[in-house]
T-cell receptor
Framework: EAQVTQNPRYLITVTGKKLTVTCSQNMNHEYMSWYRQDPGLGLRQIYYSMNVEVTDKGDVPEGYKVSRKEKRNFPLILESPSPNQTSLYFC??????????FGPGTRLTVT | DAKTTQPPSMDCAEGRAANLPCNHSTISGNEYVYWYRQIHSQGPQYIIHGLKNNETNEMASLIITEDRKSSTLILPHATLRDTAVYYCIVRSYYNAGNMLTFGGGTRLMVKP
């Protein structure tokens, strides 16, 4: 089954404790993105990748890092999480500009 | 990317067609109309897209007016599982980061 998986689905952590949210897709897609969704602000892109070893900033990259060492994986790293990074995070992948596949989401709470 | 305007909410009876409108009066010639939906905090799901012709797939139909300033997404036989927020997005094919910008969307409630 074609899918994008994210782990963990839920995470509660404390300020400053480094964390990684994993994202994996099994469709051999070139494009992958990370978004965050906050009430009243819609979906905002954090980082994207157009292929292995090619990443770039989206609209809200501050406080986040990503890497793309393999085509299928695109982890999101928060080196020193802060409460304003409490959000619902989605990973997405696509082969082209038409149809993007989204993961199930990771709900992160930073206290 | 062009801005879109959608009604904040709509109701539809189960089994009836749901017609969701979207205004995009500033759309430019190379911009596509995309529809996604999000069911209660799940990941957004692609529904359909079009440039100028009407489009149909197994999920829905997309009707784009001749001047391309508005469009309608049609779910032909709405079910309770179609209750979701529906987003109309207008963007060009070539977009840095393949980014999607979601606005407020229309909250569709399908009622028995």
């Amino acid at each position: 089954e074609a899918q994008v998986t994210q782990n963990p689905r839920y995470l509660i952590t404390v300020t400053g404790k480094k964390l990684t949210v994993t994202c994996s897709q099994n469709m051999n897609h070139e494009y992958m993105s990370w978004y965050r969704q906050d009430p009243g602000l819609g979906l905002r892109q954090i980082y994207y990748s157009m292929n292995v070893e090619v990443t770039d900033k989206g609209d809200v990259p501050e406080g986040y890092k990503v890497s793309r060492k393999e085509k299928r994986n695109f982890p999101l790293i928060l080196e020193s999480p802060s409460p304003n990074q409490t959000s619902l995070y989605f990973c997405a992948s696509s082969r082209d500009a038409y149809e993007q596949y989204f993961g199930p989401g990771t709900r992160l709470t930073v206290t | 990317d062009a801005k879109t305007t959608q009604p904040p909410s709509m109701d539809c009876a189960e089994g009836r067609a749901a017609n969701l409108p979207c205004n995009h009066s500033t759309i430019s010639g190379n911009e596509y109309v995309y529809w996604y939906r999000q069911i209660h905090s799940q990941g957004p799901q692609y529904i359909i897209h079009g440039l100028k012709n009407n489009e149909t797939n197994e999920m829905a139909s997309l009707i784009i007016t001749e001047d391309r300033k508005s469009s309608t997404l049609i779910l032909p036989h709405a079910t309770l599982r179609d209750t979701a927020v529906y987003y109309c997005i207008v963007r060009s094919y070539y977009n840095a980061g393949n980014m999607l910008t979601f606005g407020g969307g229309t909250r569709l409630m399908v009622k028995p």
